[in-house]
């Protein structure tokens, strides 16, 4: 038997706030292919939920970015089944790819990179 799951009103406003904004679907149009747009769109909005869920800045490792997405890809496959796997040289591409965009900001601190949002 199937178990649906519903958010209650504050999950769904918490996980709204985590939407990418129009700005960011105009930057990211300037990815040519459209896979490798939603991926970006996918990893950028995964990235932007663990930055606002630390108050602002995040700070991990591409190996442990893509240990993370991955499992959730997994755990979403069933209902979405647009989601793959990704290569750790395709998380550090893409989140490369971000930051010459201009949609995220990444620094150095103490050999790990810590995640920011650009102000809007």
């Known amino acids: 038997m199937a178990h649906i799951h519903l958010l209650t009103k504050e999950q769904l406003e918490q996980e709204k706030r985590f939407n ?13 292919y459209k896979e490798s747009r939603r991926k970006a769109q996918s990893i950028l909005r995964f990235i932007r939920k663990g930055i606002l869920l630390n108050n602002g800045s995040w700070s ?9 997405y991955n499992d959730w890809v997994n755990k979403k496959k069933k209902k979405r089944p647009e989601l793959k796997n990704i290569s750790l040289k395709q998380i550090k591409n893409i989140v490369n790819k ?11 601190v103490k050999k790990r990179n810590c995640y920011f949002l650009p102000l809007p």
Request: glycine fraction near 4%; avoid cysteine; charge should be negative.
């Open 20 to 32: 990418l904004e129009e700005r960011d679907f105009h930057v990211l149009n300037q990815i040519e």
């Open 98 to 108: 971000l930051k010459d965009l201009g949609l995220l900001i990444i620094e150095n």
């Open 60 to 68: 991990i490792s591409f190996s442990k970015i893509h240990k993370d």
